[in-house]
């Protein structure tokens, strides 16, 4: 059996996982006829199938700035995650399955071990990576572009956001360096296909480079 494709998008907070869905998704149903979403929710499982085209999403990538699994990340947990991808994974409609979320750890991976649902897709990470001095930068330029200000360098930012942003920001390499084998502690790579790519470039530049890796490693 021809095993499906799941893409995670890793970043720390800012760093442009949900634009980048949002237009990979885009790409990949691009000429279907039929793209009305259709979520499947059921106890600790959501995902949402876009029409005929194959493509899915863990959680929902709405119109606010907290979509994909980070909206339901409270009510699915680590468990509902996996409970979430494996009913994707069971979706006969389903070969593509596109997944970001913040909260996202290793645990998640061992779950996949564990629940026996590792072997059924190939997994392809692309990381958006930048320095700690641009993450905060980044969410300086939100908050003023939410408060219609044009200073954004004078955006003030309390104490925990430089505290769990700055942990965020070390986090989501070290995920992406396990899974890429390039750990100190890692015994290989556990992904077919790992890419981190620099945050900051336009994000139309990050999506071209990202649908041209997907396409040219399937």
């Known amino acids: 059996m021809m095993r499906k494709l799941v893409i995670w998008i890793q970043g720390s907070n800012g760093a442009g996982k949900t ?7 885009d790409h990949l149903t691009k ?7 259709m979520s499947v ?16 999403v863990l959680g929902k990538i709405g119109k606010n700035a907290c979509t994909g699994l980070d909206s339901v990340y409270s ?16 979706d006969e ?17 061992n779950r996949w071990i564990s629940m026996g649902i590792r072997d059924k897709f ?17 969410i300086s330029q939100r908050r003023a572009l939410k408060q219609e200000r044009d200073d954004w360098w004078n955006v ?6 430089y505290k769990n942003v700055g942990s965020k920001n070390r986090e989501t390499r070290t995920i992406f360096n396990k899974l890429n084998g390039t750990h100190e502690k890692s015994d290989g790579k556990l992904a077919e296909v790992c890419f981190q790519l620099d945050a900051i470039e336009p994000s139309k530049v990050i ?12």
Not at 31 to 37: A, K, L, P, Q
Not at 122 to 138: A, G, I, P, S, Y
Not at 207 to 218: Q, T
């Open 122 to 138: 190939k997994l392809f990470v692309f990381h958006l990576d930048f320095t700690m001095w641009d993450n905060f930068n980044r």
């Open 156 to 161: 003030p930012l309390e104490d925990t956001v």
């Open 93 to 109: 409609e389903i070969s593509i399955i596109v997944m970001e979320c913040v909260f996202g750890t290793m645990a998640w991976y």
């Open 41 to 56: 929710i059921d106890d600790k499982c959501y995902y949402t199938r876009y029409g005929s085209s194959g493509v899915a």
């Open 31 to 37: 000429g279907v006829e039929e793209v009305d979403r």
């Open 75 to 90: 009510k699915l947990g680590a468990d509902g995650v996996g409970i979430s991808l494996e009913k994707a994974l069971d």
């Open 19 to 25: 634009t980048q869905s949002r237009l990979l998704i």
């Open 207 to 218: 999506h071209n480079k990202i649908v041209g890796h997907i396409f040219n490693n399937l």
